[in-house]
């Protein structure tokens, strides 16, 4: 266990596949907040702080500071990760994330492109995954190929920004997935500990003994019977996401896969057209596959 996240009230900011459907704010508890910290201590967590839209009060801003921490926060108040609420964001340093249904992703690739001028790095949640078709893919090959062309402009032009859907998987040599329950586990309002926020937001009654896991072998890489064999190395083979769309926590639907084979693809040619103009993480190999699920090989394993 590496990381423990604190969800300062019930109207924190989502910031990853699930929404959050508490409007009404409830601050976490003092007490509880400093036990988290406490506990985070004791075990070695590096702790990440999930914020509301308000301004808290000092004692917990005290609380808060009393340890090393990350902060993500909705924008634009100003932390290590900032969630846009639209996809416009100024000149910032810090990680930024955008959260879009399909739909809206689809739209136009003119808001993700303009972003990628202007910040460091922007992870782009897609919050309806489950929704892909077959035959959504070609449009979404498109869209990469777009946002890889501006990736490849700045490049040139002498700076980095990443994005998780293309430049993650150019820089991995290993998986590098969420890992809720296995490397990081959510202290909520309600004073319980969950696997993931997601967990809290769907099911408040889904708590977990942060100390006594049951089956946590489940949620680990090396018993997925797909996900082990996996190159989407920067799939974030989401549990949350896995038990809605298969009722398997530990098995990603054909929706996900394909989704993170499509954005594979598109990092292997990414890659291949930095190459044309130098070297560039020459210890990274991504293969020509010819599958977008692993599923359908499944038998060769």
């Not at 902060?71 to 996809?87: H, M, N, T, W």
């Not at 449009?139 to 032009?157: D, G, P, R």
Request: hydrophobic share 35%.
């Amino acid at each position: 266990m590496q990381y423990l996240v604190i969800l300062l009230d019930d109207t924190s900011v989502s910031y990853c596949h699930c929404d959050n459907p508490h409007t009404e704010r409830r601050l976490i508890a003092l007490e509880t907040l400093k036990r988290g910290i406490l506990y985070a201590m004791k075990q070695n967590l590096m702790i990440q702080f999930v914020y509301p839209d308000y301004d808290l009060p000092q004692e917990y801003l005290d609380a808060i500071d009393s340890i090393d921490h990350h902060d993500i926060v909705p924008a634009p108040r100003q932390g290590d990760v900032q969630v846009l609420s639209q996809s416009t964001a100024e000149r910032s340093e810090a990680v930024c994330v955008l959260r879009l249904t399909k739909a809206k992703l689809f739209a136009s690739e003119a808001p993700v492109s303009a972003l990628l001028r202007n910040v460091s790095r922007l992870n782009v949640v897609i919050t309806d995954i489950e929704n892909f078709a077959d035959a959504d893919l070609p449009t979404y090959s498109a869209l990469l190929e777009k946002w890889a062309a501006v990736l490849k402009e700045e490049y040139l032009a002498g700076r980095t920004p990443q994005l998780n859907l293309l430049t993650d998987r150019m820089m991995l040599t290993k998986p590098n997935h969420c890992n809720a329950g296995v490397e990081n586990i959510t202290l909520a309002p309600n004073g319980k500990y969950y696997l993931c926020p997601a967990f809290y937001y769907s099911d408040p009654d889904s708590s977990i003994d942060p100390d006594d896991i049951k089956n946590q072998q489940l949620l680990r890489l090396d018993h997925a019977p797909i996900c082990r064999h996996c190159d989407a190395l920067h799939c974030r083979r989401c549990v949350w996401l896995n038990q809605k769309s298969t009722l398997d926590i530990n098995t990603p639907s054909h929706e996900q896969c394909t989704v993170a084979h499509t954005e594979r693809e598109a990092s292997r040619r990414l890659l291949e057209a930095l190459r044309e103009h130098g070297t560039f993480m020459p210890e990274v190999q991504i293969e020509k596959l010819n599958y977008n699920d692993p599923f359908e090989v499944r038998k060769q394993w």
